[in-house]
């Protein structure tokens, strides 16, 4: 075989186990975006957001209601789609509340434990 043919055909081969290798890392990248909720998504639809004013209040709920935005947390985290705090939850809780009809909207509503005004003695 000439020393050309041998070229060729090493020149192939190195070309397909490059192909193999760029293919493998990048499903590590594949893997790792989806293991890490792909963060980059994440931050793109951050700093693509206006900047909105924001409003501090204070609220009061049942033990078993706050305990629920961490389930919640939890949740979203196994499936990730990551929710960096409470405060995105609640938020996520708005908009799927105003996307319910009425009757929905009320049936939710009749659910929630009414609450005495005020902060609690200790």
Do not use: C, W
């Amino acid at each position: 075989m000439s020393t050309e043919g041998k070229k060729s055909r090493f020149r192939d081969r190195i070309d397909k186990t490059l192909a193999e290798e760029r293919d493998a890392v990048q499903e590590r990248f594949s893997k790792a975006d989806i293991a890490l909720g792909n963060r980059e998504k994440e931050n793109t639809r951050r700093k693509n957001a206006p900047a909105k004013k924001v409003v501090r209040d204070n609220f009061s709920m049942p033990e078993e209601d706050y305990a629920l935005i961490e389930e919640i947390r939890q949740r979203l985290i196994r499936e990730h789609a990551l929710a960096r705090n409470k405060s995105e939850v609640l938020r996520a809780g708005l908009i799927a509340l105003t996307r319910m009809d009425s009757a929905d909207l009320a049936e939710a509503i009749s659910q929630v434990v009414i609450l005495k005004p005020g902060r609690k003695s200790e």
